[in-house]
C-alpha cells in the first residue's frame, strides 16, 4: 500500500483537540466573524446566530456538494426555532468538536449521514433557542413562559405584547442552554417533509456561487502542480530553467507530493508547468496493472484470510450437499474514479504561525489536522472557511490538494491559490477500489434457494484513511452483502486485499460492488428456476415488509410484465442502504454499435421520514444517472502503476442524451431517515445488468457493460 | 499588446498572451468567474459563452480570436435571475452542486436563441457537450421546455 506520510488518525486526534462551539464560533471568517467581535451578533448555541438587525443565520456543519443541505440542514433548525426558511441565511461550519458527526465521529460530510445524523440533533438546536428567546422575553416582561409563544422569528406575549428574535437574543444568549427542550410532534411540521426550494439555487444560476475556484485574496498568486505519474512517487530531482524564464512566473517549487509553479495567472503557471521537466523515484507502485489488481483480488478471495460479515445462519455446508442443484457465479467491479467537475483546489494563506485555508472540502477537521501536521502548526492556528464544492462523491473527503496548496503558499510567503488541471486529478484520484465477489447458492427442486454463501474481495478504504487494524471487518466493505432475502441457511465473508492501488469512498462506497453482485445472482437463480425476477424476488420477502412494498411499487409504477416494443427489455433490483429502501426497474434496447441504451429507469424509495422531498426526488435522479454511467462506461485501468484514463473522453461521464428517463415513487413514512444521496447509485448496476442479460440473454458479470464486453459475453 | 473586445455588452480589454484561452482572461484578468474551468479539452463545457451569439468553449478559445468580438457569459443573462432560463432554473431546482449550471445556461440559451420550440432530440444535440457530473439532466431538459414556452409567450 501506498502511505501517506502521516495516518489520517492523527490528524483526527489533531482536529479534535481543537475546543468547540462558542469559542469556535468567534473563529469565523467573514462578515459575521467580525460582527461577533463587535457583540452585534449573539450565539445561544453553536448552530443559530441571531444579530441585533434580526439576521438569523444557520450554520451547517455539512458541505453543500449539490446534495442540498444548505437547504436541509436548516429546514430542521428552522421548523424548532419557529421561523420560515426565507428569514435564514446559511453559513458553512467553521471546524470545530461541536460539530462533529456522530455517526461517522468526524466533522465529515459523507456516508448520507448528514440528515440522519442530524435529524435529532438541528431540531434540538433550534429547539433550544426557541426556549432560550422565550425565557428571555419572559424575563424581560416580568410573565411566566406559558403564556408566551415563538412564531416566525418574533416572540409573542399577553396584551400583544412582542419582540423581534434580533432584540431578544443578546439576553437569551447570556442564559443556560436547556438540555432537553421540547419538540414538536411530527404532524405539527410546517417545514420539515414539505417540499421546499433550494436556497443555493439563485446564486447557482448567475455565476455569483462561490466555488473554490473562484476564491480569490488580495494579493494572491496562482499555483499548478505535477505530481508523479506512478501515484505515491516522489521527486528525484526537476529542471525548471525555462519555466522561470517564462512571463509571470514566481516559483517553481517542490513541494511533498510533486513541483509547484507559481505564476501571476493560472494559465501562465499551467503553461510554465509544461516546461518542467520532472526525474521520479517511481516507488512501489509503478509495477500495477489493471490484471494484477483484479487477479490479486481474485486469488486473495479463493485463499485469503475470511472475515465474517455477520454470524453464519443455519448450515451452508450441509444445505449445499443437499440441494437440487448447486449455482455459482462471480462478478467483478472494476475501480472508478470519482471526477467531480471541479478540479481539486484550494487557498492557502501562511503567515508565520497563522494559516487561513479557504476551499471545497468534505472533512473540515481533516482539512485543519492535516495542514497543522504538514507545517507543524497549531490546529486552532489554522482557520477554515468552507466554499461550495463543485461536487464531491468522495473525493474531497482527501486532504492531499489542502496540503500541497498550505505548502506552496508558506513556500512563497504569499496567499496561494492551488488548482489542479482535468489530466492530475483524473490520474491521482483515491479511486474506489476493484472488487471481486463470489457467489454460490444450493436450490430447492422448486428452484428456490436454501443456502447462499456470499463472498467479497476488495481492498480497505478505512485501512489506508483511518488507520483500521488489518484482518478487522471494515464495515465500509460490507455494505448490502446481506440482502433482504429469507434463506434459511446463510454465510457472509469478506476478504480484505491490499493491491496497492491508492482507494478512496466513492459514492455507495461497497454498496455498488455488494449489490451489484447480489441482485445479479438472484435473477441468474430465478432465470435458472424458469421463475419471473420480480415474483421469485416477491417469494422470498415474507415478513420484510419495507422491502416487499418498494419493490412492489416500483414493479407497478414500471408496468412490469406489461409488453415492451421489441427490442427493448426490463430489469429489475433491489437493495437496502443508509436504512433506505429502494427498487429499480430499468428499461433498456442496444443501440445500432452495441452498446446498451438506457431509456428509463423506475425507482420506488421508502427513505423514512423526509426532510425535503424534493430534494430526496434530485438525489435518486442524481445516483441513477451516476450510476448509469459506472455500469455501461466507466473503469479506470493501470499500466505500469499509471492510469490510463486522463480527461472525459477516456473516462466520459454520461451525457445528457444518454440520461434516461427517471420516474420515482415516494413512500410516506414516519420511519427513522435513511440517507439518499448514494444508495440509486448502486441499485442502478444490477437493474441495468438485469434488464441487458433479459435483453440479450446474455450476463455479463464483469462491468462496465460496454458493446465489447457484450460481444465477447 | 492588449486586445479589446466586448463582454456582456459593456467594453473590455485585455493584456494576457495572445493565445491565452478566454476563458482564463474572463477568470483571472477581468474577475468574472461565473465561467468556469472542468477539462481543459472542450469535452465538459463547463466553459462554455457566447462569442457573437455562437455557443463556444471558452478553453479552447485563444484571446486572440474575440478581438473586436461580443462575448456573453452567465454574468450577462441577468444579475437578478429574470432571463427566463434562470427563472425555469429555479422554478425546477435544477442546480445540485452547481459547478457545470453557468455552461448548461449558456448552450442553453444558444439553443433558444435559435429554436423557441426544441424538441427532446434538439435539447440533445445542443445540450450533449455539456457535462453534469451530479446528473441533472432531468430537470435541465423540463426547465430548458419551461423556459422556451415563456419565451413563446413574450
Same mark, same amino acid.
Given at each position: 500500500?501506498?502511505k501517506?506520510?502521516?495516518s489520517?488518525?492523527?490528524?483526527?486526534k489533531?482536529?479534535?483537540?481543537?475546543?468547540?462551539?462558542?469559542?469556535?464560533a468567534v473563529?469565523?471568517?467573514?462578515?459575521?466573524?467580525?460582527?461577533?467581535?463587535?457583540?452585534?451578533?449573539h450565539?445561544?448555541?453553536?448552530?443559530v446566530?441571531?444579530a441585533d438587525?434580526?439576521?438569523i443565520?444557520i450554520?451547517?456543519?455539512h458541505?453543500?456538494?449539490?446534495?442540498?443541505?444548505h437547504?436541509?440542514?436548516?429546514?430542521?433548525?428552522?421548523e424548532?426555532?419557529?421561523?420560515?426558511m426565507?428569514?435564514?441565511?446559511?453559513?458553512d461550519?467553521?471546524?470545530?468538536?461541536?460539530?462533529?458527526?456522530?455517526?461517522?465521529?468526524?466533522?465529515?460530510t459523507?456516508?448520507?449521514t448528514s440528515?440522519?445524523g442530524s435529524?435529532?440533533?438541528?431540531?434540538i438546536?433550534?429547539?433550544?433557542?426557541?426556549?432560550?428567546?422565550?425565557?428571555?422575553?419572559?424575563a424581560?416582561w416580568n410573565?411566566?413562559?406559558?403564556?408566551?409563544?415563538?412564531?416566525?422569528?418574533m416572540?409573542?406575549?399577553p396584551?400583544?405584547?412582542k419582540a423581534?428574535?434580533?432584540?431578544?437574543?443578546?439576553?437569551?444568549a447570556?442564559?443556560?442552554?436547556?438540555?432537553?427542550p421540547?419538540?414538536?410532534?411530527?404532524?405539527d411540521?410546517?417545514?420539515?417533509?414539505?417540499?421546499?426550494?433550494?436556497?443555493?439555487?439563485p446564486?447557482?444560476?448567475n455565476?455569483?456561487?462561490?466555488?473554490?475556484i473562484?476564491?480569490t485574496?488580495?494579493?494572491?498568486?496562482y499555483a499548478?502542480?505535477?505530481?508523479?505519474p506512478v501515484?505515491?512517487?516522489?521527486v528525484?530531482?526537476?529542471d525548471a530553467?525555462?519555466?522561470k524564464g517564462?512571463?509571470?512566473?514566481q516559483?517553481v517549487?517542490?513541494?511533498?507530493?510533486?513541483?509547484a509553479?507559481v505564476?501571476d495567472s493560472?494559465?501562465r503557471?499551467?503553461?510554465?508547468?509544461?516546461?518542467?521537466?520532472?526525474?521520479?523515484d517511481e516507488?512501489?507502485?509503478?509495477t500495477?496493472s489493471?490484471?494484477?489488481?483484479?487477479?490479486?483480488?481474485?486469488?486473495?478471495?479463493?485463499?485469503?484470510?475470511v472475515?465474517?460479515?455477520?454470524?453464519?445462519q443455519g448450515?451452508v455446508a450441509a444445505?449445499?450437499k443437499?440441494?437440487?442443484?448447486?449455482?455459482e457465479?462471480?462478478?467483478?467491479?472494476?475501480m472508478?474514479?470519482?471526477?467531480p467537475?471541479?478540479?481539486?483546489?484550494?487557498?492557502a494563506?501562511v503567515q508565520?504561525?497563522?494559516?487561513?485555508l479557504?476551499?471545497p472540502t468534505?472533512?473540515q477537521q481533516?482539512?485543519?489536522?492535516?495542514?497543522?501536521a504538514?507545517?507543524?502548526v497549531?490546529?486552532?492556528?489554522?482557520?477554515?472557511?468552507?466554499t461550495?464544492l463543485?461536487?464531491?462523491?468522495?473525493r474531497?473527503?482527501?486532504?492531499?490538494?489542502?496540503?500541497q496548496a498550505?505548502e506552496?503558499?508558506k513556500?512563497?510567503?504569499?496567499p496561494?491559490?492551488?488548482l489542479?488541471?482535468?489530466?492530475?486529478?483524473?490520474?491521482?484520484?483515491?479511486?474506489r477500489?476493484?472488487?471481486?465477489?463470489?457467489?454460490?447458492?444450493g436450490?430447492?427442486a422448486n428452484g428456490?434457494?436454501?443456502a447462499?454463501h456470499?463472498?467479497?474481495?476488495?481492498?480497505s478504504v478505512t485501512?489506508?484513511?483511518f488507520?483500521l487494524?488489518?484482518?478487522?471487518l471494515?464495515?465500509f466493505m460490507?455494505?448490502?452483502?446481506?440482502?433482504?432475502?429469507?434463506?434459511?441457511?446463510t454465510?457472509?465473508?469478506?476478504v480484505?486485499?491490499?493491491?496497492?492501488?491508492?482507494?478512496?469512498?466513492?459514492?455507495?462506497?461497497?454498496?455498488?460492488?455488494?449489490?451489484f453482485?447480489n441482485?445479479?445472482f438472484?435473477?441468474?437463480?430465478?432465470k435458472?428456476?424458469?421463475?419471473?425476477?420480480?415474483a421469485?424476488?416477491?417469494?422470498?420477502?415474507?415478513?420484510?415488509?419495507?422491502?416487499a412494498?418498494v419493490?412492489k411499487?416500483a414493479?407497478?409504477?414500471a408496468g412490469?410484465?406489461?409488453?415492451?416494443?421489441a427490442?427493448r427489455?426490463?430489469?429489475i433490483?433491489l437493495?437496502?442502504?443508509?436504512?433506505?429502501?429502494?427498487?429499480e426497474?430499468?428499461?433498456v434496447?442496444?443501440?445500432?454499435?452495441?452498446?446498451?441504451r438506457?431509456?428509463?429507469?423506475?425507482?420506488?424509495?421508502?427513505?423514512?421520514?423526509?426532510?425535503?422531498?424534493?430534494t430526496?426526488?434530485?438525489?435518486?435522479q442524481?445516483?441513477?444517472v451516476?450510476?448509469v454511467?459506472?455500469?455501461?462506461?466507466?473503469q479506470?485501468?493501470m499500466?505500469n502503476?499509471?492510469v490510463?484514463?486522463t480527461?472525459?473522453?477516456?473516462?466520459?461521464?454520461?451525457?445528457?442524451?444518454?440520461?434516461?428517463?427517471?420516474?420515482?415513487?415516494?413512500?410516506?413514512?414516519?420511519?427513522?431517515?435513511?440517507?439518499?444521496?448514494?444508495?440509486g447509485?448502486?441499485?442502478a448496476?444490477?437493474?441495468?445488468?438485469?434488464?441487458?442479460?433479459a435483453?440479450?440473454?446474455?450476463?455479463?458479470?464483469?462491468l462496465?457493460?460496454t458493446?465489447?464486453?457484450?460481444?465477447t459475453a | 499588446?492588449?486586445?479589446?473586445?466586448?463582454?456582456?455588452?459593456?467594453?473590455?480589454? +485585455?493584456n494576457?498572451?495572445t493565445d *491565452? !484561452? @478566454?476563458?482564463w %482572461?474572463l477568470?483571472?484578468e477581468?474577475?468574472?468567474?461565473?465561467?468556469k474551468?472542468?477539462?481543459g479539452?472542450?469535452?465538459?463545457g463547463?466553459?462554455t459563452v457566447?462569442?457573437n451569439?455562437e +455557443?463556444?468553449?471558452?478553453?479552447? *478559445? !485563444? @484571446?486572440?480570436t %474575440?478581438?473586436?468580438?461580443?462575448v456573453?457569459?452567465?454574468?450577462?443573462?441577468?444579475?437578478n435571475?429574470?432571463?427566463?432560463?434562470?427563472?425555469a432554473?429555479?422554478?425546477?431546482?435544477?442546480?445540485?452542486?452547481?459547478?457545470?449550471?453557468?455552461?448548461?445556461?449558456m448552450?442553453a440559451a444558444?439553443?433558444?436563441a435559435k429554436?423557441?420550440?426544441?424538441?427532446?432530440?434538439?435539447i440533445?444535440n445542443a445540450m450533449?457537450g455539456?457535462?453534469?457530473r451530479?446528473?441533472t439532466y432531468?430537470?435541465?431538459?423540463a426547465?430548458i421546455?419551461?423556459a422556451?414556452?415563456t419565451?413563446?409567450?413574450?
Amino acid at each position: 500500500m501506498i502511505k501517506t506520510p502521516t495516518s489520517r488518525r492523527s490528524f483526527l486526534k489533531a482536529g479534535t483537540a481543537v475546543s468547540g462551539g462558542l469559542l469556535m464560533a468567534v473563529n469565523l471568517p467573514g462578515t459575521l466573524g467580525q460582527a461577533m467581535a463587535a457583540g452585534t451578533v449573539h450565539t445561544p448555541n453553536a448552530w443559530v446566530h441571531i444579530a441585533d438587525d434580526n439576521t438569523i443565520t444557520i450554520l451547517s456543519a455539512h458541505s453543500e456538494m449539490g446534495q442540498g443541505v444548505h437547504t436541509s440542514m436548516p429546514m430542521l433548525v428552522a421548523e424548532e426555532l419557529n421561523v420560515e426558511m426565507n428569514q435564514i441565511k446559511v453559513t458553512d461550519a467553521p471546524p470545530g468538536a461541536v460539530y462533529v458527526n456522530a455517526l461517522l465521529g468526524a466533522q465529515i460530510t459523507g456516508g448520507s449521514t448528514s440528515v440522519r445524523g442530524s435529524w435529532e440533533k438541528l431540531r434540538i438546536a433550534g429547539a433550544q433557542v426557541r426556549e432560550m428567546l422565550i425565557s428571555a422575553a419572559a424575563a424581560q416582561w416580568n410573565v411566566d413562559r406559558s403564556q408566551l409563544k415563538a412564531d416566525k422569528g418574533m416572540v409573542l406575549g399577553p396584551n400583544g405584547k412582542k419582540a423581534t428574535y434580533g432584540s431578544l437574543a443578546a439576553a437569551a444568549a447570556k442564559l443556560p442552554v436547556p438540555e432537553k427542550p421540547a419538540l414538536k410532534d411530527p404532524k405539527d411540521f410546517r417545514i420539515v417533509g414539505k417540499r421546499t426550494k433550494r436556497v443555493d439555487t439563485p446564486a447557482k444560476t448567475n455565476g455569483t456561487a462561490e466555488f473554490g475556484i473562484d476564491v480569490t485574496l488580495p494579493g494572491m498568486v496562482y499555483a499548478t502542480v505535477q505530481q508523479c505519474p506512478v501515484i505515491g512517487g516522489k521527486v528525484k530531482s526537476f529542471d525548471a530553467a525555462q519555466a522561470k524564464g517564462m512571463p509571470g512566473v514566481q516559483a517553481v517549487v517542490q513541494i511533498s507530493d510533486g513541483v509547484a509553479v507559481v505564476a501571476d495567472s493560472w494559465w501562465r503557471a499551467k503553461k510554465a508547468m509544461e516546461t518542467v521537466k520532472v526525474q521520479w523515484d517511481e516507488g512501489a507502485g509503478s509495477t500495477l496493472s489493471t490484471a494484477s489488481i483484479i487477479n490479486g483480488t481474485r486469488d486473495a478471495a479463493k485463499s485469503g484470510k475470511v472475515i465474517e460479515i455477520t454470524k453464519p445462519q443455519g448450515d451452508v455446508a450441509a444445505a449445499l450437499k443437499g440441494a437440487a442443484k448447486v449455482i455459482e457465479a462471480e462478478y467483478v467491479s472494476p475501480m472508478q474514479s470519482h471526477s467531480p467537475l471541479e478540479p481539486m483546489n484550494f487557498t492557502a494563506h501562511v503567515q508565520g504561525e497563522k494559516v487561513l485555508l479557504i476551499g471545497p472540502t468534505q472533512f473540515q477537521q481533516g482539512a485543519q489536522g492535516a495542514v497543522a501536521a504538514a507545517l507543524k502548526v497549531k490546529p486552532e492556528d489554522i482557520t477554515l472557511k468552507t466554499t461550495f464544492l463543485g461536487g464531491g462523491f468522495g473525493r474531497r473527503l482527501e486532504l492531499d490538494f489542502v496540503v500541497q496548496a498550505a505548502e506552496i503558499s508558506k513556500a512563497v510567503n504569499k496567499p496561494v491559490k492551488l488548482l489542479w488541471t482535468r489530466e492530475e486529478d483524473m490520474m491521482h484520484d483515491y479511486y474506489r477500489p476493484a472488487g471481486v465477489n463470489q457467489l454460490k447458492a444450493g436450490v430447492d427442486a422448486n428452484g428456490m434457494p436454501v443456502a447462499l454463501h456470499f463472498k467479497v474481495a476488495s481492498q480497505s478504504v478505512t485501512q489506508r484513511a483511518f488507520g483500521l487494524p488489518k484482518e478487522t471487518l471494515d464495515p465500509f466493505m460490507a455494505e448490502a452483502a446481506v440482502a433482504g432475502y429469507n434463506i434459511p441457511n446463510t454465510k457472509h465473508d469478506l476478504v480484505i486485499h491490499d493491491t496497492g492501488v491508492r482507494v478512496g469512498y466513492w459514492r455507495a462506497v461497497s454498496h455498488s460492488m455488494n449489490a451489484f453482485a447480489n441482485e445479479s445472482f438472484i435473477d441468474e437463480l430465478a432465470k435458472a428456476a424458469g421463475q419471473d425476477p420480480y415474483a421469485y424476488r416477491m417469494k422470498m420477502l415474507s415478513g420484510k415488509p419495507r422491502y416487499a412494498n418498494v419493490l412492489k411499487l416500483a414493479a407497478e409504477k414500471a408496468g412490469w410484465g406489461k409488453p415492451l416494443p421489441a427490442g427493448r427489455a426490463r430489469g429489475i433490483a433491489l437493495m437496502e442502504g443508509y436504512d433506505s429502501y429502494l427498487a429499480e426497474v430499468a428499461e433498456v434496447s442496444l443501440n445500432k454499435d452495441g452498446s446498451v441504451r438506457v431509456h428509463k429507469v423506475t425507482v420506488a424509495a421508502d427513505v423514512g421520514h423526509m426532510v425535503n422531498p424534493d430534494t430526496v426526488e434530485a438525489q435518486l435522479q442524481s445516483s441513477i444517472v451516476f450510476g448509469v454511467g459506472a455500469v455501461l462506461k466507466h473503469q479506470i485501468t493501470m499500466a505500469n502503476g499509471r492510469v490510463q484514463e486522463t480527461n472525459y473522453n477516456s473516462y466520459e461521464p454520461v451525457r445528457m442524451h444518454e440520461s434516461p428517463q427517471i420516474d420515482i415513487v415516494l413512500v410516506k413514512s414516519t420511519e427513522k431517515p435513511g440517507g439518499i444521496g448514494e444508495p440509486g447509485t448502486a441499485v442502478a448496476a444490477p437493474a441495468i445488468a438485469n434488464a441487458v442479460a433479459a435483453l440479450t440473454g446474455k450476463r455479463v458479470r464483469s462491468l462496465p457493460i460496454t458493446a465489447d464486453a457484450l460481444r465477447t459475453a | 499588446m492588449s486586445v479589446n473586445f466586448q463582454v456582456n455588452g459593456k467594453p473590455a480589454q +485585455a493584456n494576457a498572451e495572445t493565445d *491565452t !484561452p @478566454l476563458l482564463w %482572461v474572463l477568470r483571472d484578468e477581468l474577475g468574472m468567474t461565473g465561467t468556469k474551468f472542468g477539462c481543459g479539452a472542450a469535452l465538459c463545457g463547463a466553459c462554455t459563452v457566447h462569442v457573437n451569439g455562437e +455557443a463556444v468553449r471558452s478553453c479552447q *478559445t !485563444p @484571446l486572440s480570436t %474575440v478581438s473586436g468580438k461580443k462575448v456573453a457569459t452567465v454574468e450577462g443573462l441577468s444579475k437578478n435571475n429574470t432571463h427566463p432560463l434562470q427563472v425555469a432554473w429555479i422554478k425546477h431546482d435544477v442546480p445540485q452542486c452547481g459547478y457545470c449550471q453557468s455552461g448548461q445556461l449558456m448552450s442553453a440559451a444558444a439553443l433558444l436563441a435559435k429554436n423557441k420550440n426544441p424538441s427532446d432530440a434538439d435539447i440533445d444535440n445542443a445540450m450533449s457537450g455539456n457535462i453534469c457530473r451530479c446528473g441533472t439532466y432531468p430537470r435541465i431538459r423540463a426547465a430548458i421546455k419551461d423556459a422556451a414556452a415563456t419565451m413563446r409567450k413574450a
